[in-house]
Each structure stands twice: as C-alpha cells, then as structure tokens.
C-alpha cells in the first residue's frame, strides 16, 4: 500500500460533527497522515488532534476553501502521500471506504481523481456528478425555473439516469469527499487560488478530466450533511456569484466548444 494522507479544512465547525468525520478515518487499520488546516479566528479546534497521525495548522487569515486545501496537499506532497482524501467537515462513515477507493487508483493509473457514492444521513442518494455547465444551467438548477423542463434538465445536469453502481468518467467530481492522485495533482496544479469558496472543485475537475479520469466510484459510500449554505445565506450567495463569473471568466460563457464535447462523451456512457 502507498502512502495515503487526507485533509479537512475547518471554520469554526460543530466539534461533534467534525469528530464523526475524524474518527471516521481513525477507525480504519490503514496508516495516513491526517491534516486538519483551521481557518478559524482562534485555535479552540486544535485539541480535535487527539491522535498522532493528525497534524493540526492554524490559517486564522482564511484564504479560502481551495487554498487551505492547497496548504495540506502540498505538505502530503513533501512527505511522500501517494494519494490524498480531500474531505468535508459534515463527512462521515462506518464502513471502510479508503482501501477500495485506493485499490481501484492504484489499479488505474489513468485516474486523477475520484469521489464515492455520497448520501443523505436518511441513505437518499445525493447526485453530486455533472456534466460541465453553462452560466444558464448553474441559474436553472439554483432557481429551478422553468418547472416545466426542470426535470428533465437535472437528470440530464446531474447524470441521474447511469445506473446506481455504474462506475464511470464524470467530467465534474464534487469536492466534498474527492481522492486525488497526487502524481496527477503535481502535473494538472492543485485548487486555483482565484477561488474563495465554491467552483474550486468544477475548476480543479476540468483541469484533470481534461488530461486524465475522473471516476464517480459509487461501490462504496459515505454520509454527506449537505447544507446548501449558498441558498440560505446572502452572504454565502454573493461568494457562490462572484465564484461562477471567476468560473466562467476562466472557462468560457457561451461559446466553449471543449465543454460540448467533453459532456458529449460523457453521455456516451450511459
């Protein structure tokens, strides 16, 4: 087995639900390095690194989601991580999920990154793979207007009609549970620092689709306590805009050829 390593970013978070993300991993019989980067205003999180696999690093300026993130794959980088579990703090299992996810990578040299299947703390599925968007498809399933055709769109969107344990190239990964191959990190670059939150893991997915696959893996599961910040917060609202036009600016609005077809391979699959 190489060397794995993993990372949670946290901001002032529940400390119950951040220790069922911890001990989720702390429970496995796999050896990794643990790195917890805190972008909190104080320190009060640090006594969460209750073992000695966890380095814990205190960012009190919070630069970011992607950023923090940058911080520990680049430390995993320098001690010779293999591969790396980007994970949110509302993340949580019970089975072991790491060693499958590794073995398929390791099988695979092909693979840049992967996400498993993500539920509900209810076991609902949660469609987080996508097809590449355009500025109109992010404003439809945010509003879902019109009603009409929304349905059709998201299954279209969220890729809701490949079979429940299909394995396949999603061109999107969500960044809420994402295994980077660092190999792969350290060619495509990791999250673009142009991003606070949001968007970060749309742009860090095109860049490694583009030159390798990124597998939704859905053999194993975890628990996701989505919250939809973006849609309950002004505040959280205005980030998730100025994160799209970041996204866009980058990426192409209208005309982006590359998206047509990289969405129209992917829809191959089904």
């Not at 205003?41 to 205190?58: E, S, V």
């Not at 019970?94 to 996810?101: F, K, N, Q």
């Not at 994160?243 to 609005?253: C, D, H, P, Q, R």
Request: aromatic share 16%; hydrophobic share 40%; glycine share 4%.
């Amino acid at each position: 087995m190489k060397k794995i390593s993993c990372a949670i970013v946290l901001f002032n978070n529940d400390e119950e639900t951040l220790n069922k993300a911890i001990n989720s991993f702390l429970n496995t019989s796999l050896s990794f390095r643990f790195y917890l980067i805190d972008n909190s205003p104080t320190d009060k999180l640090k006594r969460l690194a209750i073992d000695d696999k966890i380095t814990y690093f205190h960012n009190p300026s919070n630069p970011g989601f992607g950023v923090a993130h940058n911080i520990a794959i680049t430390k995993a980088i320098a001690e010779g991580s293999n591969f790396h579990f980007i994970i949110n703090p509302d993340i949580y299992f019970d089975t072991d999920v790491i060693t499958p996810m590794v073995h398929y990578m390791q099988e695979h040299q092909d693979v840049g990154m992967m996400m498993p299947e993500v539920l509900y703390p209810d076991g609902c599925v949660q469609f987080l793979p996508k097809l590449l968007p355009n500025p109109f498809w992010i404003l439809k399933r945010k509003f879902k207007r019109p009603k009409k055709s929304f349905n059709n769109f998201i299954d279209k969107y969220e890729l809701r009609k490949m079979p429940r344990t299909k394995i396949y190239n999603a061109p999107i990964l969500s960044g809420c549970f994402t295994l980077l191959n660092l190999q792969a990190i350290e060619d495509v670059g990791g999250y673009d620092d142009n991003y606070f939150m949001y968007f970060e893991d749309f742009d860090l997915s095109r860049r490694m689709h583009q030159k390798y696959k990124t597998i939704y893996f859905p053999k194993v599961s975890v628990y996701h306590g989505y919250e939809g910040g973006a849609n309950k917060s002004f505040k959280l609202f205005k980030i998730f805009i100025a994160s799209a036009i970041t996204y866009f600016n980058k990426w192409g609005w209208i005309f982006d050829r590359e998206r047509k077809e990289i969405n129209k391979r992917a829809l191959t699959q089904l």
